[in-house]
């Protein structure tokens, strides 16, 4: 096999404690995530030479996309060249704090494992992703994870049922490291998630709170986007809150007929909606 289609799905946070800065300039991190069905699509192939196209406008296409990162992670592990075409489709949004970009670098690790018969395990491929994000080693597993250190430490969840998901972004974006940089000097002063509980009332499908400390920071760059988060309650979620460092909401819903209803409405409004389901 010399080519292969992956698809890279996205994924929310149900809860995110920023704890401490770290001498290595990351923060310290607890949260729970979960991936979602909407996806970009990557198509790799094995070539003489690295080339990386995307359909998206304003996205990189040299060393600074995470993709391209994570394949010279994966070759400085291997000790070798692992030359592929890449094409990157995205439906993915950036700057909405649904890890977009990790997704698709987790995905092409995957990828030149796989198309080069490396050997590699998915622990192994977890710690060459650790090397190039903090998102992307819980994006080489997929699923259901309690995160902590900087995203790299993680624990494994039963999944939750496959609730519907209504993923819904303003305008404005979040670059994730001016979001980081707004906590320095206070992280750990706030109040943390009760992870156990959001655990229990997830898997009974009760209203929670959930909790993202970043919500402080996207309430002060762009105030009117809270909005978001209090009309996904209205049309029915039971939890919802900011995923990441933002811009994206979710809502979770336990009816399909309810979840599409409010879709109907969002898409009205906001510049980006999307109806997935946990996965």
């Given at each position: 096999?010399?080519?292969?289609t992956?698809y890279?799905k996205?994924k929310?946070?149900l809860g995110?404690?920023?704890?401490?800065?770290?001498d290595?300039?990351?923060?310290?991190?607890?949260?729970l995530?979960?991936?979602?069905?909407?996806?970009d699509?990557?198509?790799?192939?094995?070539?003489?030479?690295?080339?990386?196209?995307?359909d998206?406008?304003g996205?990189?296409?040299d060393?600074?996309?995470?993709?391209?990162?994570?394949l010279?992670r994966?070759e400085?592990a291997?000790?070798r060249k692992?030359p592929?075409?890449?094409e990157l489709y995205?439906?993915i949004p950036?700057?909405?704090?649904?890890?977009?970009?990790?997704a698709?670098g987790?995905e092409?690790?995957?990828?030149a494992n796989?198309l080069?018969?490396?050997?590699?395990?998915?622990?192994?491929?977890?710690?060459i992703?650790?090397r190039?994000?903090?998102d992307?080693?819980?994006?080489?597993y997929?699923?259901f994870?309690l995160?902590?250190?900087r995203?790299e430490?993680?624990t494994?969840l039963?999944?939750?049922?496959?609730?519907?998901?209504?993923?819904?972004?303003?305008?404005?974006s979040?670059d994730?490291?001016a979001?980081y940089a707004?906590?320095?000097?206070?992280?750990?002063q706030?109040e943390?998630?009760?992870?156990?509980?959001?655990?229990?009332?997830?898997?009974?499908?009760i209203g929670t709170?959930?909790?993202?400390?970043?919500e402080?920071?996207?309430?002060?760059?762009?105030?009117?986007?809270?909005s978001i988060?209090?009309?996904?309650?209205s049309?029915?979620a039971f939890a919802?809150?900011?995923?990441g460092?933002g811009s994206?909401?979710?809502?979770?819903?336990r009816?399909t007929?309810?979840?599409?209803k409010?879709y109907s409405?969002?898409?009205?409004k906001?510049?980006f909606?999307e109806?997935?389901v946990?996965?």
């Amino acid at each position: 096999m010399n080519k292969l289609t992956a698809y890279a799905k996205a994924k929310i946070n149900l809860g995110l404690d920023i704890l401490s800065r770290r001498d290595d300039g990351y923060h310290d991190i607890r949260t729970l995530m979960h991936t979602v069905s909407l996806c970009d699509t990557l198509v790799f192939e094995i070539s003489d030479e690295t080339s990386l196209s995307c359909d998206m406008p304003g996205i990189p296409i040299d060393g600074n996309n995470i993709v391209i990162k994570c394949l010279n992670r994966t070759e400085e592990a291997v000790g070798r060249k692992l030359p592929m075409k890449i094409e990157l489709y995205k439906k993915i949004p950036s700057g909405a704090g649904l890890g977009g970009g990790s997704a698709d670098g987790a995905e092409t690790i995957k990828a030149a494992n796989e198309l080069y018969g490396l050997g590699l395990t998915p622990e192994e491929q977890a710690e060459i992703a650790a090397r190039a994000g903090s998102d992307i080693p819980f994006l080489v597993y997929g699923g259901f994870a309690l995160c902590e250190g900087r995203g790299e430490l993680i624990t494994k969840l039963p999944k939750l049922g496959a609730y519907p998901c209504l993923l819904v972004k303003p305008e404005e974006s979040v670059d994730t490291g001016a979001a980081y940089a707004f906590f320095d000097g206070d992280a750990g002063q706030r109040e943390n998630c009760d992870f156990q509980e959001i655990l229990r009332s997830l898997r009974k499908g009760i209203g929670t709170r959930l909790h993202n400390d970043f919500e402080d920071y996207l309430r002060l760059l762009y105030p009117k986007t809270s909005s978001i988060k209090d009309e996904l309650i209205s049309s029915g979620a039971f939890a919802c809150s900011l995923s990441g460092s933002g811009s994206c909401f979710y809502g979770l819903f336990r009816e399909t007929a309810v979840a599409e209803k409010a879709y109907s409405e969002m898409k009205a409004k906001y510049t980006f909606a999307e109806l997935t389901v946990l996965c």
